[in-house]
């Protein structure tokens, strides 16, 4: 399993448009993607879910990634972070 953890720069958090792209994104790859925000968590690949969790700019989240492309996964999912959020 890979682990790693981002802190949301976007000033309106994860809202429809990103979480949108994220959701696009994380169905790209086999792997289980997993956010996690304190006692929250969510697939990256459930929209509403992820919605709800109610992440914040300045949040900082716990994205897990685990299956046969974690590795891809990962790395892809950290590089959307940084550029969409």
Known sequence: MKEFKYVITDEVGI???PAGLLVKEAKQYASTITIIKGDKSSKATSLMKLMGM???KGDEITVQV????EEAAAAAIEKFLAENL
């Open 15 to 17: 809202h429809a448009r």
């Open 54 to 56: 109610g992440i914040l």
């Open 66 to 69: 685990e299956g046969d492309d």
